[in-house]
Nanobody, 123 residues
Framework: QVQLVESGGGLVQAGGSLRLSCAAS????????VGWFRQAPGKEREFVAA????????YYSGSVKGRFTISRDNAKNLVYLQMNSLKPEDTAAYYC????????????????WGQGTQVTVSS
């Protein structure tokens, strides 16, 4: 079992930055891939970024590649999402999710989800 808690969301102006954190419970966290997803009102949840347990495999969606950076610190059971050059279209609730094994961009592949943290980017 893995429990996930996101933090770091907030209100920021376009062009600004935020860093989201995902704190995980569990002693085998390094065996879990972690993904970040987001969901805007009225839209489906979409993939943002994912990182393997060993950090050697990282994926980004095309809409955030070059602006967002995913990283993790397995010693602290933390995964980060550094978001730079934020745009109003990045406004959404952001969720971290974990799955045993390799990373994936598919929401259905993840077994454990956090409650989400809201990111609002003003124009």
């Amino acid at each position: 079992q893995v429990q996930l808690v996101e933090s770091g969301g907030g209100l920021v102006q376009a062009g600004g930055s935020l860093r989201l954190s995902c704190a995980a419970s569990g002693r085998t966290f390094s065996s879990y891939a972690v993904g970040w997803f987001r969901q805007a009102p009225g839209k489906e949840r979409e993939f943002v970024a994912a990182i393997s347990g060993s950090t050697d495999i990282i994926y980004y969606s095309g809409s955030v590649k070059g602006r967002f950076t995913i990283s993790r610190d397995n010693a602290k059971n933390l995964v980060y999402l550094q978001m730079n050059s934020l745009k109003p279209e990045d406004t959404a609730a952001y969720y971290c999710a974990a799955r045993w094994g390799g990373s994936s961009s598919n929401t259905g592949a993840y077994n454990y989800w956090g409650q989400g943290t809201q990111v609002t980017v003003s124009s």
